[in-house]
């Protein structure tokens, strides 16, 4: 059974800063490229960054320079360091693996005042 479990997600005031992680099961993670996609209400699910199984990073032009992907493949474990955190960086963030074979269920991110 795979498994990808958000957590991390919570209300911040703008400028602040989150980190989300990303535990998985079921797969070799050390194998598979892994992603974060968000969605805010009304909109399409867009991409936030991704990382491939060597540590390759991109980001979204909207996120780049704030947040940070990162992978610890001894706990199967993703996270998104966020920082400097503005309004329009609300939504449900989710987890993927395996180029969006797989996602996880989200976890809301509120940036408010």
């Known amino acids: 059974q795979v498994q990808l479990v958000e957590s991390g997600g919570g209300l911040v005031q703008p400028g602040g800063s989150l980190r989300l992680s990303c535990a998985a099961s079921?797969?070799?993670?050390?194998?598979?490229?892994m992603g974060w996609y968000r969605q805010a209400p009304g909109k399409q699910r867009e991409l936030v960054a991704t990382?491939?199984?060597?540590?390759?990073?991109r980001y979204s032009d909207s996120v780049k320079g704030r947040f940070t992907i990162s992978r610890d493949d001894a706990k199967n474990t993703l996270y998104l360091e966020m920082n400097s955190l503005k309004p329009e960086d609300t939504a449900v963030y989710y987890c993927s693996a395996g180029y969006m074979h797989y996602w996880g269920k989200g976890t809301l991110v509120t940036v408010s005042s």
């Open positions: 990382i491939s199984n060597s540590g390759s990073t």
């Open positions: 079921g797969i070799d993670f050390s194998a598979y490229f």
